[in-house]
Protein backbone atom coordinates (compact mmCIF):
# COMPACT_ATOMS: atom_id res chain seq x y z
CA UNK A 1 0.00 0.00 0.00
CA UNK A 2 3.15 2.21 0.57
CA UNK A 3 3.14 2.15 -3.35
CA UNK A 4 -0.21 4.41 -3.51
CA UNK A 5 0.83 8.01 -3.17
CA UNK A 6 -1.37 10.68 -3.86
CA UNK A 7 -1.67 12.75 -6.68
CA UNK A 8 0.89 15.04 -7.41
CA UNK A 9 0.88 16.55 -10.94
CA UNK A 10 -1.17 19.78 -9.12
CA UNK A 11 1.77 20.44 -6.55
CA UNK A 12 3.59 23.16 -8.49
CA UNK A 13 0.56 25.06 -8.24
CA UNK A 14 -0.56 24.03 -4.68
CA UNK A 15 1.08 22.47 -1.67
CA UNK A 16 -1.08 22.10 1.31
CA UNK A 17 1.78 22.44 3.47
CA UNK A 18 2.93 25.30 2.30
CA UNK A 19 -0.32 27.02 2.44
CA UNK A 20 -0.59 29.61 5.29
CA UNK A 21 -4.76 28.85 6.00
CA UNK A 22 -4.12 25.00 5.83
CA UNK A 23 -3.94 22.86 9.05
CA UNK A 24 -0.71 21.32 7.76
CA UNK A 25 0.84 24.60 6.85
CA UNK A 26 4.51 23.95 7.69
CA UNK A 27 4.61 20.24 7.61
CA UNK A 28 7.17 18.49 6.87
CA UNK A 29 6.92 15.05 4.71
CA UNK A 30 9.85 12.23 4.49
CA UNK A 31 9.18 10.77 1.41
CA UNK A 32 11.02 7.80 2.43
CA UNK A 33 9.77 7.36 5.78
CA UNK A 34 6.22 5.69 6.25
CA UNK A 35 4.59 6.84 9.49
CA UNK A 36 0.96 5.88 8.93
CA UNK A 37 -0.28 2.17 8.68
CA UNK A 38 -4.00 1.02 7.38
CA UNK A 39 -4.86 -2.62 9.67
CA UNK A 40 -0.31 -2.91 10.00
CA UNK A 41 -0.16 -1.90 6.05
CA UNK A 42 2.43 1.14 5.91
CA UNK A 43 1.08 4.15 3.16
CA UNK A 44 2.73 6.13 1.24
CA UNK A 45 4.20 8.90 3.70
CA UNK A 46 2.26 11.89 1.26
CA UNK A 47 -0.94 10.97 2.98
CA UNK A 48 -2.07 12.98 5.50
CA UNK A 49 -3.73 11.78 8.88
CA UNK A 50 -7.26 13.74 10.31
CA UNK A 51 -7.68 10.88 13.24
CA UNK A 52 -8.82 8.18 11.89
CA UNK A 53 -7.53 5.18 11.85
CA UNK A 54 -7.72 3.93 8.37
CA UNK A 55 -8.48 6.42 6.42
CA UNK A 56 -6.21 9.49 5.74
CA UNK A 57 -6.20 12.35 2.73
CA UNK A 58 -4.79 14.49 0.61
CA UNK A 59 -5.63 18.29 0.15
CA UNK A 60 -5.06 18.53 -3.67
CA UNK A 61 -6.48 21.79 -4.17
CA UNK A 62 -8.23 25.02 -2.15
CA UNK A 63 -9.20 27.81 -3.72
CA UNK A 64 -10.04 30.55 -1.43
CA UNK A 65 -11.56 32.60 -4.04
CA UNK A 66 -13.94 30.16 -5.54
CA UNK A 67 -14.49 28.49 -2.57
CA UNK A 68 -13.98 24.85 -3.10
CA UNK A 69 -11.09 22.26 -1.92
CA UNK A 70 -10.83 19.04 -4.07
CA UNK A 71 -9.53 15.69 -1.49
CA UNK A 72 -8.46 12.54 -2.13
CA UNK A 73 -9.06 9.78 0.32
CA UNK A 74 -7.50 6.41 0.59
CA UNK A 75 -8.30 3.39 2.92
CA UNK A 76 -11.10 2.21 4.26
CA UNK A 77 -13.46 4.64 5.23
CA UNK A 78 -14.95 2.88 8.49
CA UNK A 79 -17.79 5.03 10.86
CA UNK A 80 -19.15 2.09 12.62
CA UNK A 81 -15.83 1.28 14.12
CA UNK A 82 -13.64 4.59 13.90
CA UNK A 83 -16.26 7.71 13.22
CA UNK A 84 -14.33 8.89 10.42
CA UNK A 85 -16.75 11.22 9.52
CA UNK A 86 -16.89 13.07 13.34
CA UNK A 87 -12.99 13.07 12.44
CA UNK A 88 -13.03 14.44 8.45
CA UNK A 89 -15.85 16.76 9.72
CA UNK A 90 -14.23 18.31 12.93
CA UNK A 91 -10.65 18.22 12.04
CA UNK A 92 -10.67 19.23 8.07
CA UNK A 93 -14.00 20.56 6.49
CA UNK A 94 -14.68 22.38 9.49
CA UNK A 95 -11.38 24.07 9.47
CA UNK A 96 -12.05 24.62 5.66
CA UNK A 97 -15.32 26.19 6.33
CA UNK A 98 -14.26 28.38 8.37
CA UNK A 99 -11.73 29.66 5.94
CA UNK A 100 -14.41 30.02 3.15
CA UNK A 101 -14.83 26.68 1.31
CA UNK A 102 -18.49 25.37 0.24
CA UNK A 103 -18.11 23.60 -2.21
CA UNK A 104 -16.00 19.84 -1.51
CA UNK A 105 -14.88 17.55 -3.94
CA UNK A 106 -13.52 14.25 -2.70
CA UNK A 107 -11.53 12.03 -4.87
CA UNK A 108 -12.70 8.37 -3.69
CA UNK A 109 -10.72 6.16 -6.46
CA UNK A 110 -8.68 4.45 -3.29
CA UNK A 111 -11.45 4.21 -0.91
CA UNK A 112 -11.45 0.31 -0.49
CA UNK A 113 -14.49 -0.10 1.62
CA UNK A 114 -17.12 2.09 3.46
CA UNK A 115 -18.74 0.99 6.76
CA UNK A 116 -21.92 3.50 7.98
CA UNK A 117 -23.11 4.11 11.04
CA UNK A 118 -25.53 7.06 10.66
CA UNK A 119 -25.75 10.00 8.45
CA UNK A 120 -25.80 12.34 11.15
CA UNK A 121 -22.82 14.07 10.18
CA UNK A 122 -23.24 13.74 6.49
CA UNK A 123 -26.39 16.29 7.37
CA UNK A 124 -24.44 18.48 9.66
CA UNK A 125 -22.14 19.22 6.88
CA UNK A 126 -24.50 19.35 4.43
CA UNK A 127 -26.42 22.01 6.13
CA UNK A 128 -23.06 23.80 7.53
CA UNK A 129 -22.26 24.58 3.79
CA UNK A 130 -25.30 26.13 2.71
CA UNK A 131 -25.24 27.53 -1.18
CA UNK A 132 -22.30 24.84 -1.31
CA UNK A 133 -22.31 21.49 -2.31
CA UNK A 134 -20.14 17.52 -1.53
CA UNK A 135 -19.38 15.89 -4.63
CA UNK A 136 -17.85 12.25 -4.26
CA UNK A 137 -15.83 11.79 -7.88
CA UNK A 138 -14.71 7.68 -9.03
CA UNK A 139 -15.75 6.26 -5.90
CA UNK A 140 -15.62 2.04 -6.46
CA UNK A 141 -19.07 0.62 -6.74
CA UNK A 142 -19.50 -1.05 -3.98
CA UNK A 143 -19.14 1.93 -1.85
CA UNK A 144 -21.48 3.48 -3.49
CA UNK A 145 -24.09 0.78 -2.57
CA UNK A 146 -23.20 1.44 0.88
CA UNK A 147 -23.72 5.04 0.55
CA UNK A 148 -27.09 4.09 -0.71
CA UNK A 149 -27.71 2.13 1.86
CA UNK A 150 -27.67 5.49 4.19
CA UNK A 151 -29.35 7.75 1.22
CA UNK A 152 -26.16 9.65 1.76
CA UNK A 153 -27.24 11.27 -1.85
CA UNK A 154 -29.53 13.44 0.51
CA UNK A 155 -26.24 15.06 1.37
CA UNK A 156 -23.95 14.21 -1.24
CA UNK A 157 -24.11 14.03 -5.44
CA UNK A 158 -22.36 10.74 -6.15
CA UNK A 159 -23.34 7.96 -8.90
CA UNK A 160 -23.65 8.39 -12.62
CA UNK A 161 -21.40 10.59 -14.97
CA UNK A 162 -19.66 10.61 -11.32
CA UNK A 163 -17.80 7.70 -11.55
CA UNK A 164 -16.13 8.23 -14.90
CA UNK A 165 -14.37 11.71 -13.99
CA UNK A 166 -11.15 12.23 -15.92
CA UNK A 167 -9.79 14.46 -13.49
CA UNK A 168 -6.28 13.79 -13.91
CA UNK A 169 -6.05 15.07 -17.08
CA UNK A 170 -7.53 18.67 -15.91
CA UNK A 171 -6.02 21.52 -14.03
CA UNK A 172 -7.73 21.89 -10.85
CA UNK A 173 -9.76 24.90 -12.04
CA UNK A 174 -11.11 23.20 -15.22
CA UNK A 175 -12.41 20.47 -13.36
CA UNK A 176 -14.02 22.88 -10.65
CA UNK A 177 -15.72 24.44 -13.35
CA UNK A 178 -16.94 21.10 -14.78
CA UNK A 179 -18.32 19.91 -11.42
CA UNK A 180 -19.67 23.20 -10.44
CA UNK A 181 -21.73 23.46 -13.54
CA UNK A 182 -23.04 19.51 -13.27
CA UNK A 183 -23.80 20.24 -9.52
CA UNK A 184 -25.78 23.22 -10.06
CA UNK A 185 -27.70 21.31 -13.36
CA UNK A 186 -28.26 18.19 -10.78
CA UNK A 187 -29.65 20.61 -7.89
CA UNK A 188 -31.60 23.16 -9.78
CA UNK A 189 -33.09 21.09 -12.47
Not at 92 to 107: N, P, Q
Not at 143 to 161: A, H, M, R, S
Request: aromatic share 16%; with cysteine.
Amino acid sequence: MQNIEPFSRWETVYLTNQDPQSIYYGDVIDEYLCRNTIYNHYIHPKWDEFGSKTLYLKILFVSYEQNFAIIELMGEWNDCLYNDIMHLKRTVVEHLADKGISKFILIGENVLNFHYSDDAYYEDWFNDIEDGWIMAVNFRQHVLEEFDKINLNYYILYGGQLNSVKWRTLSPLKLFAALDHYANSALNP
